[in-house]
Nanobody, 126 residues
Framework: EVQLVESGGGLVQAGGSLRLSCAAS????????IGWFRQAPGKEREGVSC????????YYADSVKGRFTISSDNAKNTVYLEMNSLKPEDTARYYC???????????????????WGQGTQVTVSS
């Protein structure tokens, strides 16, 4: 059974940093693309970043480029999202996603992913 468990969310002041973690289990980690999405109340789910199998490719939404960094630790089956220079508009529930893409692709479209975690809340105060 595929499981994705997010952690690391919380309340932070604008300009601060957080590191989100996504612990994965139940699948061959280095064959899957992992994505981070977020959803604020009343808004659609938005792709934030993704990392391909074997970490060959990473993508970022324009809104987070230069501030967020995605990385993976295959030994721990964990993907991280380092978030710096946080802004109030980054406030949302952040979700980890995964799906089988062994060719080194990843996508920032939620429809491309079948497996989702429960999410972790990030709140940035001004």
């Amino acid at each position: 059974e595929v499981q994705l468990v997010e952690s690391g969310g919380g309340l932070v002041q604008a300009g601060g940093s957080l590191r989100l973690s996504c612990a994965a289990s139940g699948f061959t980690f280095d064959e899957y693309a992992i994505g981070w999405f977020r959803q604020a109340p009343g808004k659609e789910r938005e792709g934030v970043s993704c990392i391909s199998s074997s970490a060959r490719t990473t993508y970022y939404a324009d809104s987070v480029k230069g501030r967020f960094t995605i990385s993976s630790d295959n030994a721990k089956n964990t993907v991280y999202l380092e978030m710096n220079s946080l802004k109030p508009e980054d406030t949302a529930r952040y979700y980890c996603t995964a799906d089988l893409w062994p060719d080194g692709s990843c996508f920032l479209y939620p429809s491309e992913y079948n497996y989702w975690g429960q999410g972790t809340q990030v709140t940035v105060s001004s």
